[in-house]
């Protein structure tokens, strides 16, 4: 198990190193086109949802409360590069079926930190536009989590395995482990510079000790061990507010002139409700 670890870990950080070398070669490249900016095509994206445990231990109550943030540049018409830190906790309970009580429960604070991607089908089917009111995307990221869980004994413990008392801490592990994540969403155009931001990533971390759950015992603590799947796994549902901090280099596909021009210059003309004064004229707008 520990060699299949280690091998995790060089996986992803062999990933990570690959996506900032390719991400690199784009910046030369858009620098040697144009003066290269950082900010030009990036928004910052705060949120907040909820995270559900899927793991060896949970079995009800999987589901607690994440936020967040992201930041993503835009590198192409249809790729982003982007940074994702979500921060939460993590809650589960386990049954035990003959009893019908929980035989232990965890709470996970947490913290994964990811590197990767996005990629927006509409742009690559439809054309380039940047006020697209429904923009969905796909995402996959390599990064790390860190975790500080509890585990403690529930009711059905001291009917079960000699030793556990109901109400104590049974495991405390933390540590760091890597993760690599998957998972969709869509922004909402409001204005040219907020969107509103939907998204659903799955989080697969190289460790099984998320839940503070990894091996059981026949009596506690000196029965016979025994391993369980390493199959941790969380999910995140977020809604955020995406803000443009500086505008692409990327113009509009041409087929989209005439809806951007009207859609913009909405946004722009000035609501001019009261009486008009003599000698002021209504401003023409030019876009
Ligand atoms: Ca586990």
Redo the contacts with the bound molecule.
Sequence with gaps: MCTFYKKATLLTVALMLLGLSVAEAQLRRSFARRGFDIWDGMTITPKAGVNLFY???VDESRTSYSAGLLIDREMTRTLSLRVNVTAGQMKGEQMNPVYDLPYASFTNFYTDISLGGSYRPLNHLLGYFRERTFQPYITGQVGLVYFSAQETWGPASELVTPGAVDGEIWRQPSGIAPLVSGGGGFSFWVSPTISVNAEFTGFFPFS????G??VWYSAWPEGVEYE?DPL?VYYTATLGLSILISDSPFRNDPRFNRRSYTKTRRFYQPKNTGPRRTGTRRRFLFF
């Excluded at 099984?208 to 839940?211: C, P, S, T």
């Design positions: 793991g060896d231990l099984d000790k998320l839940d759950h990894d369980t941790d």
